[in-house]
């Protein structure tokens, strides 16, 4: 015999406040029938419409945000095993499909596109992304997964690790154009490691600057590796290379 399938819809949800905040116009939630007889509602998969997020721009406040948001949910559980509501929350998969995220104080979004997370409310979650990201460069996509792990032995409790893939992005939106000449690039990034208030990013790819009369920008040409650190709102990149000029290095300090 086959059950209906429950759905819980709600409409224009909005989330949190300031530089913190998220609304979406369609909320659906897909319960397993056979777990709201036990006092637990497993829900298998929320869908997401027309998801809008504004974050901070600073790692060590989002961070704030992220971990004051986990321990609210820790509280809420444990007001349940000591005889609150009594029911427990489970969440398989989240799809948002047209997905926006907002730094704080920008003007274009740093991801316009799809978003999935499976594992939510688990220790470990893992997200995937794909996405044009327009603060970046009107051509740059974005694709790559991300996993969050609570209570992971880094410094401050919350491990982020993953891989994102950039194209076509216009260095003129990451550095001052002034100092670096504007190029168009394509950067893999690999997160390997985060602080209390900074990301540690691993880098390789390949930049076509764009032509300047009177400039040889071949020394600046081609594939590069280096490493970026995102900490309090700037951009640190330490150790760039080009890989065809080995003896090349620079270290810059630059604000995004």
């Known amino acids: 015999m086959l059950f209906p ?28 029938i056979a777990s709201l007889l036990k006092g ?17 721009a600073k790692p ?15 509280d809420h559980v444990a007001e349940g095993e000591k005889g609150g509501s009594g029911v427990k929350l489970a969440i398989g998969r989240i799809e948002a499909a047209d997905t926006t995220i907002t730094l704080e104080g920008g003007e274009k979004p740093v991801f316009a596109g799809n978003l999935a997370a499976t594992n939510v409310l688990s220790p470990t ?24 792990e609570r209570d992971a ?16 992005v216009d260095t003129t939106t990451l550095f001052n154009a002034k100092r670096v000449p504007p190029a168009v690039a394509t950067v893999n990034a690999k ?7 900074q990301f540690k990013v ?5 930049a076509s600057p764009l032509p300047m009369e009177g400039v040889d920008l071949s020394p600046i040409a081609g594939a590069f ?29 630059l604000d995004p």
């Open 5 to 32: 399938s429950p759905a819980l819809r709600a409409q224009n949800v909005s989330v949190g406040e300031g530089d913190f905040h998220a609304t979406c116009t369609y909320l659906s939630a897909y319960p397993h």
């Open 40 to 56: 637990t509602i497993n829900v298998s998969e929320l869908q997401i419409d027309d998801l809008a997020v504004k974050l901070p």
């Open 60 to 74: 060590g406040e989002l961070r704030d945000r992220v971990l004051g948001m986990v321990q609210a949910h820790r």
């Open 125 to 148: 979650i893992t997200i995937i992304a794909d996405a044009a990201s327009p603060a970046y460069g009107p051509k740059t996509n974005l694709d790559g997964t991300i996993t969050l």
């Open 153 to 168: 032995p880094e410094e401050i409790g919350l491990g982020v690790h993953g891989e994102l893939n950039l194209t076509n």
């Open 191 to 197: 997160i390997e490691r985060t602080g209390a208030n």
């Open 202 to 206: 691993a880098l390789d790819g390949n």
């Open 225 to 253: 590796t280096g490493v970026a650190w995102w900490d309090a709102g700037q951009i640190t990149v330490n150790e760039l290379n080009w890989t065809h000029r080995p003896a090349v290095t620079s270290t810059s300090h």
